[in-house]
């Protein structure tokens, strides 16, 4: 069965585990699969001690299952990220255009309709926010304003061809803004199905590595099998670091 397949298959079960209960990933996703495919492994080969303990064979096959769900819940979460990122670099690279864009019809309106009290009130109410969404709006509404009063910027020789880029430049960009922001605000969707399907191998593999621990506890080199490698050298790299620190203060 296909990771896939097993996502699809998984993903009522996945959806239905609560906000409060979602557990959050303490070390890189991509290791902790890589671990937990691994323990589900290793107690399949040693189901014959595990199972007379009680654990059954189906809660091993459902962490394998979960485990291949979660993977595709990660790289959809990646996929998703680097899309995002690639927005804000798009975004980074084309806002000082646009920005020059608004200052430039900003400037240019303010002197064709200087005569007009009505549309420079117009245009201090445009140029009063500061955010990205509020430039983006700034540039649809100058040229919207442009359009509806063509006149005074015809009488200094503006091409009104402007006006449409403008509108059109409007569109892309906020399209292109709100790629970037996505869900800031909230709980991104693929990031929840992520941490939730997390949640549930979390669950299952701790569950599989006790029993591994308890079965093989008189066996140093197979229950080590059982425990997380990740953590096991981020430890052992704690304590080197402590212990060349306490050196190294001896000898200052």
């Not at 255009?97 to 117009?122: C, G, H, P, V, W």
């Amino acid at each position: 069965m296909s990771e896939l397949q097993n996502y699809q298959d998984s993903l009522e079960e996945i959806q239905a585990v609560t906000r409060e209960a979602v557990k959050h990933c303490n070390l890189p996703f991509e290791i902790f699969i890589h671990e937990a495919k691994k323990v589900c492994n290793i107690a399949e080969e040693d189901i014959a001690v595990l199972a007379p303990l009680g654990l059954q064979q189906e809660k091993i096959e459902r962490c394998n299952v979960l485990t291949g769900a979660l993977l595709t819940a990660e790289l959809n979460w990646e996929n998703q990220n680097t899309e995002r990122k690639e927005a804000m670099a798009k975004w980074k690279a084309d806002a000082p255009k646009m920005n020059e864009q608004i200052s430039d019809m900003y400037a240019t309106m303010r002197f064709a309709y200087r005569n007009n009290q009505r549309l420079l009130a117009i245009l201090d109410t445009i140029s009063e926010g500061d955010s990205n969404a509020d430039a983006v709006m700034d540039l649809a509404r100058l040229g919207s304003l442009a359009k509806e009063n063509p006149e005074p910027l015809q009488a200094i020789s503006y091409d009104m061809e402007q006006c449409n880029t403008a509108l059109t430049e409007a569109e892309r960009m906020s399209a292109l803004l709100a790629e970037v922001n996505g869900n800031m605000y909230v709980d991104d969707e693929k990031k929840v199905i992520r941490d939730k399907a997390y949640t549930l191998v979390k669950v299952l593999v701790d569950e599989i590595r006790e029993y591994g621990k308890f079965a093989f506890r008189k066996d140093e080199d197979h229950v080590r099998l059982y425990a997380s490698k990740y953590q096991r050298d981020r430890k052992a790299e704690y304590r080197r670091t402590k212990i060349e620190n306490e050196v190294d203060a001896e000898q200052a």
